[in-house]
């Protein structure tokens, strides 16, 4: 069997369905699997070991869209179509796929051949909705995810805390004030930890704010590139996050993990996983005190 899996989305939404889609690499053990996503993560992932190929779907107009999947799906024969995107958007692709092609389709959304009803959001985590879906195919368990093929060699365990005090453009209202993460900072120096305060060029004003207040803290985005950070991670005492994508990364190394969030809809159902993941919300996450977070941490790391 040949089967196409379609996840868009942000990086957080990529990495929550890592389970789903090793579950069905599981399932399916000799089929050929190919993942339909972002040009981005083709680069970041490329070593993801669960898949044949991934292929490419930039999402620049929906006419080319249309044409690039309908080719991928006559090229590569493809069987079965599992939709995990479950969007407006990929709804027109079931809609010209199964008018156009002879595959089956596992969607949340119209035409498809195995129609999930989708939980709500809030309702339950999203890793949940994968595992309701993949019922329509027989499968009963998900599988945890596993980032370890990530690791580039040896982990080797330091002082250091991880700081993620960033979040995307449009994400500025899930961001933890930059003059409490100084605070914070300036606490675990005084217990000797190294703070690493990680992200990208778009976190620097962020970052360099951390500094003014915490000269001791250090920029670390060159060391910090998605492909890096699980190692990065890996190495850490303390990760203390934002809601960000590369929290989901994160929570995925069992490390103790801080998630500093609003309590809302989105944090209910798309929360990081793993198996030391400290939740922290509020209804407006900047109204989260300094003090709040460091007892946490003395809990953690007593």
């Not at 850490?236 to 500093?260: Q, R």
Request: aromatic share 8%.
């Amino acid at each position: 069997m040949n089967i196409l899996i379609i996840k868009h989305g942000s990086l957080g939404d990529l990495v929550m369905s890592f389970g789903a889609i090793k579950t069905i690499r599981i399932n399916y053990p000799n089929s050929n699997i190919f993942l339909l996503t972002q040009s981005n993560y083709k680069k970041i992932f490329h070593k993801f070991p669960f898949v044949n190929e991934i292929l490419i779907d930039d999402r620049k107009g929906i006419f080319i869209s249309l044409k690039n999947i309908i080719h991928i799906v006559r090229n590569k024969k493809i069987n079965l179509v599992i939709d995990l995107q479950n969007s407006t958007r990929t709804e027109t692709y079931n809609f010209f796929l199964k008018f156009l092609c002879r595959c089956k389709i596992l969607s949340a959304r119209r035409f498809s051949n195995y129609k999930y009803d989708q939980k709500k959001l809030g309702t339950q985590h999203i890793t949940k909705n994968h595992l309701d879906q993949l019922k329509l195919l027989g499968i009963k368990n998900l599988s945890q995810p596993d980032l370890n093929w990530m690791l580039k060699g040896e982990v080797k365990l330091s002082n250091k805390v991880i700081f993620i005090p960033g979040t995307s453009k449009s994400g500025q209202y899930r961001k933890w004030p930059p003059e409490k993460y100084a605070k914070v900072a300036k606490f675990l120096l005084n217990k000797n930890y190294d703070i690493y305060l990680t992200g990208s060029s778009l976190d620097l004003p962020t970052i360099n704010e951390i500094i003014r207040l915490c000269p001791k803290s250090m920029n670390k985005i060159n060391e910090s590139k998605i492909e890096d950070f699980y190692q990065l991670c890996m190495t850490s005492k303390l990760i203390i996050t934002n809601d960000s994508g590369p929290a989901h990364i994160a929570g995925l190394t069992n490390k103790n993990v801080i998630w500093i969030a609003n309590d809302n809809k989105i944090s209910k159902s798309c929360h990081p996983l793993g198996n030391n993941l400290h939740k922290i919300t509020s209804q407006n996450v900047k109204n989260i005190s300094a003090a709040t977070i460091i007892d946490k941490i003395e809990q953690i790391l007593k």
